[in-house]
């Protein structure tokens, strides 16, 4: 349970060697690269451009993840439920160099399946296209002459819409209103639907003009022209239809063809990645002609072997040094397999700061407390562990952060077994229910305490847990500051207040009022008087040095009077443990209710039993899944709040180290 | 009377406080949708986010089920001849959950949308943003312990 320290290193090496160093501390993932901005007045440290290359590997790696989505959505990669807990492919070095060797081809294989993607959004995009001018055709279908037809030698033909339902007579008619001195005309309706009547009308070529003023007149509109005949154009389309979704279905398969080199692809895309993580640390590194240095900070525990391994393989100086306070170093925990997984919790509120302890330890032990609490049944804790157990077990490659919660969650499922034992919670009351409704018989769960018919007994329990988790804090205090030796704060925020919250309890139990209402013993009022004395002395202590930044003394006693004010947060933090009561009680009523339905279906033979477990089996699944988020959401809270109000600030940064933050494998580094 | 008063009690509860949790549920949804639309990685965070006005419902269904189970309406003797006085005691036991539950849900419901907007800017950041819907949801559970103390101190 600690905070690793950390050693500032300095390592200066041959030029030459600089890029199989850097891949060598990558591949160690211990070492965080300390990067300084380019100093122009430097003369003998500058630093190199590397942004090209850099873009070109993000570039290069971007493509490969495009065609991977376009292979994707081709030929979709078989995926079971349980993959997103499958973690990263490991491969050995061996292979990652074989692999690296096929980049350009597979780099090549990226451009195709590129370019068969851009082929196939062109013949996507053909297809609404053409359907729109077979639209646009459709209405002409019965047109024996070509939409350009104009004529014949001695008549002028027009061919057009109006956009409104006419016969021709009527049309026939408006002509002739709005060009009364037209000689011959000849209205041909070859079509009227939506609204739109498409006609063909001749007339004298003479009269050309006249009648196509009239026709502009009723707003008289021309088709987009083809020399086909309609029903041949119309054809032709077909034909380019057909063509286009043939297109689209063997540019698929061309792109489907691909699959098998799925993993290549993936490879490259993380290969490229890998690169430009190390060409962007190359461009922050200082260098000469011939040498250049890394600076970076290193868990002292790996300082050593680290040291040796560098120094082995490469010509190079490395120096180990203490950090500076002055000194930003990032914060890495190292905490036993029991403690090592709410270490997730830590790290979501804040990491450890500067002198602070690593709180881990105490949080776990409290976490599965608490979680188990307030999901407390057997039955819910038992298929949790087995759950995350069998996951842990059967995915061997599973990534760190997901281990770690699963194994939080374990460990949850340990608590919640244990307190179901002690509030006799299997599946809720289910043993009782089926004994009485499958069995005839009257069955009692051994247990502690019913929560439900002795509300005030857990109620009392959830706060004593919640003193004792209080107090801790308060001890971490303590110890914090007796560390780093400041006595007085040691003593006027932890001791004092300990006093004071320890003196009230006491003094508490012997009053009439609080153990009436908790249906305690009262203790001996010998007792209660040590608790007002032990409360006095406290109380007195806080107004004296609550304030004690203060020269002033009559602000310093404001401030005492009102750091004493804070004797009612103790009190809101003391009722926040009541969560554990309420909760316990939503997990067990809501499991019973559930128990209670399939209790009542049970009656009808054969048919009743189905329903029953059905019920049985989704009831509990569901307050499975509502109760559990309920007992991380509190535990968090009443760690964060509570616990963590106590002795916690927390401000560090965490380590992180120069690694490969690949998306597909990892290397295996021996 | 006495035993229909006591229902209503039981009803509100259970009435009030879906109430308040639907329209909070409802509302953290669509900031959870938004989220999503934009990063559907953040689909679990935001599911959680949303869920957390959801509780209100349960602990009203919660003391429904409690004083249902009281008064002998869930397969036991229903007491037709509860006196009025009794069915107050059970009416006013269940206000607590039934209007707390409702403004708490409601009020909650703020809270997580602007907690989904934290993990849309900050997704590294939703530790803390599960914190802020959860100190409103300890007035709920004031209001829920009082109830069941207040149910279970009903002399039958």
Redesign the interface.
Known sequence: MSVLPMKHMIVCAKRQDRKAILEKLQRTEAVEIISREDDESDEVFNRIDVSQSSQLFVKNSAQAERALEVLNSAAPEKSSLLSAFAGRTPITLEEYEANAKKRDKVMRDVNDILKLDKELTEAKADIPRITTQIEALTPWIGLTEPLSFAGTKKTAAFIGTFPELLTEAEIAERLAAAAPDVEALDVNVINSEDNITSVLISCLKTEKDKVDEALRRMNFQRPPVSDLIPSEQLDAYDRELKAAVAKIDSTREAIASYADKREDIKFIADYFRMRAEKYEVLGTLAQTKRTFIIEGFVPEQYAGTLEQDLSQSFDVAVEMLDPEPSEDVPVLLKNGPFAEPVEG?I???SMPGAGELDPTTPVACFYYILFGMMLSDFAYGAMMSLATFVLIKKMKNMERPMRKTLTMFFYCGLGTMLSGILFGSYFGDAPTVIASTFFGKTLEVPKLIDP??Q??KM?VLCFAIGIIHLFAGLVINLYTALKQKRYVDAVSDSVLWMLLVAGLLLFGLTTDMVTGMFSLNKISPVAGNIGKIMAVIGAIGIVLMDGRESRNWFKRTLKGLYGLYNVTGYLSDL??Y??L???G??TS??S??FN?MGS?VAGTPVVGVIFFILIFIVGHLLNLA?NA??AY??A??LQ??EFFGKFYNGGGRKFTPFATNTKYIKIQDQ | MGIALALLGAASAALFAGIGSAIGVGRAGQAAAGLVTEDPSQFSRALILQLLPGTQGIYGLLIAFIALSNIGLLGGQVDTGMSVGTGLMYLFACLPMAFVGLVSAMQQSKASVASIGLVAKRPDQFGKSMIFPAMVETYAILALLISILAINGIPR
Do not use: D, W
Request: no cysteine; aromatic share 6%.
């Open positions: 919790i790290e979501s509120y439900l018919s509300p005030m109620l009722l926040s009541s969560r009561l309420a909760l009680l939503a009523v809501i019973s209710v209670q009542m509502i988020l309920g959401v509190h968090n809270r964060y709040v």
